[in-house]
């Protein structure tokens, strides 16, 4: 990691510009404009990291693959164990058989994702990870943010190239990289709003490796028992290495599916990230302080591991309509201030004070990412609290949610450029890290980091109008 900054420049907002995309690089764009009309603020500054948080981030990405390697372990041992029947049962609710069948082929039982993207809020404790997206977008945004910052003296926190060190971790995951295989990304209709960043990653990373394109699942095609698409002249371009960027939830939506799968399953292609479903649960983290699994998570992850685990990931709970259910009974704290709870259906009956709480979709739904299905407790009147809880329960057995205790994240100046007159304001916000953790040689690197500002009164973090996003830098001084 670079842990220093050069000159600590100043830059204007005509400078910042000039240096990003000549586009937005998310949702749909205008045929003309700048990366400032994406929605979201831009800043003079990158996010400043002390040298503890840098050294903290670094240690977090390894400890995050370890945990899901732990977690594939902990599923596979959980078809085996009758004392972890309960293990499978939370992590297959709601998918389709034959989805559990793919993921659960001897061949794949190794794959975890090569992308790992944790989200962690800057509490005054120190930080709190909330989430691990298995499928996270904001790649090729934070590469094009900080190529942009590095043009204009910045040094920065990650690689020294997020598209160079992409590339790497996808020719590293093909058993022969000498033969340069083609690389395809492949993006849904779902995911759409991402298309144009992963455009301008593609588009960085060609000049340098040609073999890689941005398709859209309709253009696969099989010929031969190879997986493919037709090129622009119309050739045929065989596939080698897929990075998959579709939810799972969206199979039945997604054109060419079947062959995309056969590929798979068949060897014709490596995927990344894997067909796993349980590895894109949030419910993952209630698991982390289950007592009855201690054991597992100490051998799987070692002491100093599991330790950091759970300091940083909140108190979290499984809603079970079950009356005392087996991963509730046995977990402590289950008391909101002077409120002990106990079993799931009491928590309606919680006061605002006592209501700090955040749930969510655990996964495999259309409401399980970009912070839409997040509500807040102490947000909420208590009716439409009452009816978010009765709605958590009523969809156990298909979607879980997920309940954690709410972190206050740390209030902290920040300066954004005026988007009009490019006047440097100065304000107060809470902030989110989203590091870029790509795994090269079975050793997750830390590519980049984007960090997500937005104003002291908003309580969910997340890219919006009034935020700033910007990459991460350790400041001189430090």
């Known amino acids: 990691m670079n842990l220093q900054v050069v000159n600590n420049p100043r830059i204007t907002l005509d400078e910042l510009e000039n240096a990003l995309p000549g586009v937005p690089l998310y949702g749909e764009a205008p045929a003309e404009g700048n990366a400032s009309e994406i929605g979201w603020q831009l800043s003079p500054q990158p996010y400043a990291l002390t040298v503890g948080q840098a050294q903290q981030l670094e240690e977090i990405g390894h400890v995050l693959y370890q945990f899901s390697k732990a977690l594939e372990g902990l599923y596979r041992n959980s078809m085996k164990d009758s004392a972890l029947t309960w293990v499978r049962q939370l992590l297959e609710m709601g998918k389709p058989q034959t989805l559990l069948q793919f993921s659960q082929m001897k061949r794949f039982k190794d794959q975890v994702p090569l992308v790992i993207r944790p989200d962690l809020l800057v509490t005054e404790k120190g930080f709190s990870l909330c989430e691990i997206d298995a499928v996270p977008g904001g790649i090729g945004f934070t590469a094009a943010?900080?190529?942009?910052?590095?043009?204009l003296g910045f040094s920065l926190a990650g690689a020294q190239s997020m598209p160079d060190m992409f590339l790497q971790m996808l020719l590293n995951a093909h058993p022969a990289p000498e033969t340069e295989p083609f690389i395809a990304l492949i993006v849904s209709d779902e995911a759409g709003d991402y298309r144009r960043e992963l455009q301008w990653l593609v588009d960085d990373i060609a000049p340098n490796y040609a073999n890689i394109a941005?398709?859209?699942?309709?253009?696969?095609v099989l010929e031969r028992d190879a997986l493919g698409f037709l090129d622009d002249a119309g050739r045929f371009q065989k596939i080698n290495i897929i990075y998959r960027f579709f939810e799972l939830f969206d199979l039945p939506n997604i054109p060419q599916i079947e062959l995309i799968q056969y590929a798979v399953k068949k060897g014709l292609v490596i995927c990344t990230p894997p067909f796993k479903p349980h590895l894109e649960e949030?419910?993952?983290?209630?698991?982390?302080?289950a007592p009855m699994l201690e054991a597992h998570w100490l051998k799987a992850?070692?002491?100093?591991?599991?330790?950091?685990l759970k300091a940083i990931v909140p108190e979290s709970w499984i809603l079970d309509p079950a009356v005392i259910p087996p991963h509730a009974a046995i977990i402590p704290n289950m008391q909101?201030?002077?409120?002990?709870?106990?079993d799931f259906t009491e928590l309606g009956q919680l006061t605002q004070k006592q209501r700090e709480l955040v749930i969510k979709p655990s996964g495999f739904s259309p409401i399980a990412w970009g912070s839409k299905g997040v509500k807040i407790g102490h947000d909420l009147p208590a009716a439409e609290w009452q009816a978010a809880i009765d709605q958590a329960l009523a969809q156990f057995h298909t979607t879980p949610w997920l309940l954690q205790r709410f972190e206050n994240t740390r209030v902290e100046p920040y300066e954004t450029f005026h988007p009009q007159t490019g006047e440097v304001i100065s304000m107060q916000g809470r902030t989110r890290l989203c590091p870029y953790?790509?795994?090269?040689?079975?050793?997750?690197?830390?590519?980049?980091?984007?960090?997500?500002?937005?104003?002291?009164?908003?309580?969910i973090i997340h890219g919006m109008r009034d935020g700033v996003m910007r990459p991460c830098f350790i400041p001189q001084n430090e």
């Open 145 to 151: 943010l900080s190529k942009a910052y590095r043009q």
């Open 214 to 220: 941005l398709i859209h699942p309709r253009q696969v």
């Open 282 to 289: 949030k419910l993952m983290l209630a698991l982390i302080h």
């Open 301 to 308: 992850l070692g002491e100093s591991a599991f330790d950091t």
């Open 336 to 342: 909101f201030k002077d409120k002990w709870c106990r």
């Open 437 to 459: 953790y790509f795994v090269v040689d079975d050793t997750p690197k830390l590519a980049g980091i984007l960090a997500t500002t937005c104003p002291k009164d908003k309580k």
